[in-house]
């Protein structure tokens, strides 16, 4: 039996492991024309993968429906790719081999903000356009007009919206916390997270009490808590990375930390595969979460593409439930899409003017970007973790063990508080 095309025709490079160039063909009219080509880096390997390698899947399932369809302006579209490794120092030569080398038409991508922000001058120095995916505030510090972020962050300050629903929780509890915990990895995103909630926290009227970083490379989290503990914040605030994240809330468990609310930046807890993994210890969390199996959250054609997405999910090797990035990175593509053909060109700035002036449908909701490339309308979810028993993945089908506890719109229920009481 053929491996999955996810792991095809891969060739490495000297600043990257995988190019796949082994792609569906389209219908015959759209054969004989030289294919559109869409270049990315995205993480295959190392601590973001999980969620790299369900982005592609997402990507390579609009590639097919695309070319089935006849392609984008009447030509099939090729996705090409490299594998940044999930380490930052690979993503500068990645994005140059791809465009001086690759030549391609459009950039999109790479997944996070660590691995976006070091393309960012790339990009710029070749005056593409870019369609990033999950990155944080990424265009904070270049104010360049022809990126757009598909991340449900966004408004005027973007880095605040990020954690805007965790104070929002905070601020309707009985008694409101007072106190605040803002711990970090020294990384991109993470720095980028803390800066949002700082000013979070300034706004609430929050004293912070313990606001440190950690070197990235950390495995051993005990003593971090530790020290957050002895401070005896009301509320703790972690933005990390997966590897991190699992080892925050592993240590949280451990210790027994004394707080009312913690969460708030923990990513990878949105993986299947680390719900498995932390089980139980999840209980009592309230995190930030994009889109969940909600019946608040089923926009037009996200139900259809994970149908798709879940089978090929198993012989591909990724997220079996698809629910975080997937339905972004599909909906990244959607929005290419529909700037090609709505300004029937491949020209980079007609494509920049056209998706700062329209308004995007796609699967997960109505986009618009405002003038720094966010989405000018933020969608960040504050969630609570409730209810979990062991590592079945059959209680993530539903929305069953976690709450949406904001915005409003989206809620489905309210927060069980303080985390000593709602992680029982």
Avoid: C
């Amino acid at each position: 039996m053929a491996a999955p095309r996810l792991f095809r025709s891969l060739a490495a490079t000297a600043g990257a492991v995988a190019l796949a160039t082994n792609l569906g063909a389209g219908p015959t009219t759209a054969q004989a024309s030289e294919p559109i080509k869409i270049g990315f880096g995205m993480a295959l390997t190392g601590g973001l993968a999980a969620s790299g390698k369900a982005a592609l899947l997402a990507m390579q399932i609009w590639e097919d429906e695309t070319n089935a369809k006849g392609g984008l302006l009447g030509r099939p579209v090729k996705l090409i790719y490299y594998d940044d490794q999930s380490n930052p120092a690979t993503v500068p030569g990645l994005f140059t081999k791809l465009i001086d080398v690759d030549k391609v038409d459009i950039v999109v991508g790479d997944y996070g903000t660590n691995l976006l922000a070091p393309a960012m001058p790339i990009v710029i120095g070749h005056k593409m356009t870019f369609f990033g995916l999950f990155g944080l505030d990424v265009n904070h510090q270049f104010h360049y007009s022809q990126y757009f972020s598909m991340v449900p962050t966004g408004g005027p300050d973007p880095a605040a919206s990020f954690s805007k629903g965790f104070f929002v929780v905070a601020a309707t509890q009985n008694p409101k916390p007072k106190t605040l915990a803002i711990v970090a990895a020294d990384a991109e995103f993470s720095r980028n997270a803390a800066d949002g909630a700082r000013r979070n926290a300034k706004e609430a009227g929050m004293e912070i009490v313990y606001d440190k970083t950690y070197p990235p490379n950390t495995t051993d989290y005990t003593p971090i808590v530790r020290a957050i503990d002895a401070t005896t914040p009301d509320a703790v605030f972690s933005a990390s990375y997966p590897p991190d994240a699992v080892g925050m809330v592993r240590a949280a468990n451990e210790i027994g930390l004394r707080t009312k609310l913690f969460g708030g930046g923990l990513v990878g807890l949105q993986y299947a595969s680390i719900k498995q993994q932390l089980g139980s210890q999840l209980n009592g969390i309230v995190d930030y979460d994009f889109w969940e199996p909600a019946k608040t959250l089923q926009f037009p054609g996200v139900l259809d593409f994970l149908k798709k997405y879940q089978a090929k999910a198993s012989a591909a090797g990724v997220d079996p439930l698809g629910y975080y990035l997937p339905p972004f990175a599909y909906a990244n593509l959607q929005v290419v899409a529909e700037t090609v053909e709505g300004t029937k060109s491949l020209d980079q700035q007609k494509l920049a003017d056209f998706a700062h002036q329209h308004s995007f449908n796609t699967i997960v909701g109505d986009i618009k970007y405002g003038d720094n490339g966010e989405w000018a309308e933020p969608r960040v979810l504050a969630i609570q973790y409730h209810n979990v028993e062991g590592s079945g993945i059959d209680q993530w089908k539903t929305d069953e063990r976690q709450t949406i506890l904001w915005p409003a719109q989206y809620a489905t229920g309210k927060a069980a508080y303080p985390y000593a009481d709602a992680k029982k």
